[in-house]
């Protein structure tokens, strides 16, 4: 899931292309090219193990974003990756 917290994002995929306006995000099935150009944008990434979502849809999908929801975005960049708890480097 890619959120837009300002400007636009231009997905496109073999399957057709998505506007996504500031404050929405773009769900995108696991395994699919896509392409992202960025328009002035903020943006936090969530990515989801595939199995932990079984109604994720198949095809890119825009979708509103709670209050809640963006909070949490905002803030996980401050937890520390796998790498981080491992005591592995990121390169």
């Known amino acids: 899931?890619?959120?837009?917290g300002s400007g636009v994002m231009l997905v496109a995929?073999?399957?057709g292309s998505?506007?996504?306006p500031a404050n929405r995000a773009v769900l995108i099935p696991p395994g699919t090219w896509h392409e992202v150009r960025f328009l002035d944008v903020t943006t936090w990434r969530l990515y989801i193990h595939p199995n932990a979502m079984p109604w994720w849809p198949?095809?890119?999908?825009?979708a509103g974003v709670s209050r809640l929801l963006r909070e949490l975005l905002r803030t996980s960049v401050d937890f520390p990756t796998p790498m981080t708890l491992t005591g592995a480097k990121a390169r």
């Open 1 to 4: 899931m890619w959120y837009c």
């Open 13 to 15: 995929t073999e399957d």
């Open 18 to 20: 998505w506007t996504v």
């Open 58 to 62: 198949s095809v890119c999908t825009v």
